[in-house]
């Protein structure tokens, strides 16, 4: 059984930055693929960001390219989801996801990760 525990969500106002850290249990960290979706309100959940195993690889929905950065720390069983310059429509539970089964499927699709955490809260403010 993998727990995933999200931390670093908080109030922001727009134009600020948050890094959102997972922590991860057990020793099987390094062999998942790890994501980062969100669900606002009154939305369905969407798909933020993932990365590869290695950390070498990774990919972000059009929503957030060139304002977020994924990262891995292996040693640390961590995923990172720096946020910059925000905006409002951020403003959502932000949940990280660990695909054990990297090659297959689709990154986008929450139905290919495995486990869940329970997700920290976003808001920025206008």
């Known amino acids: 059984q993998v727990q995933l525990v999200e931390s670093g969500g908080g109030l922001v106002q727009a134009g600020g930055s948050l890094r959102l850290s997972c922590a991860a249990s057990?020793?099987?960290?390094?062999?998942?693929?790890m994501g980062w979706f969100r669900q606002a309100p009154g939305k369905e959940r969407e798909f933020v960001a993932r990365?590869?195993?290695?950390?070498?690889?990774?990919y972000y929905a059009d929503s957030v390219k060139g304002r977020s950065t994924i990262s891995r720390d292996n040693a640390k069983n961590t995923v990172y989801l720096q946020m910059n310059s925000l905006k409002p429509e951020d403003t959502a539970v932000y949940y990280c996801?660990?695909?054990?089964?990297?090659?297959?499927?689709?990154?986008?699709?929450?139905?290919?990760?495995?486990?869940w955490g329970q997700g920290t809260q976003v808001t920025v403010s206008s």
């Open positions: 996801a660990a695909d054990r089964l990297p090659t297959t499927g689709t990154i986008s699709n929450e139905k290919e990760y495995d486990y």
């Open positions: 990365i590869s195993r290695s950390g070498v690889i990774t």
């Open positions: 057990g020793r099987s960290f390094s062999t998942y693929a």
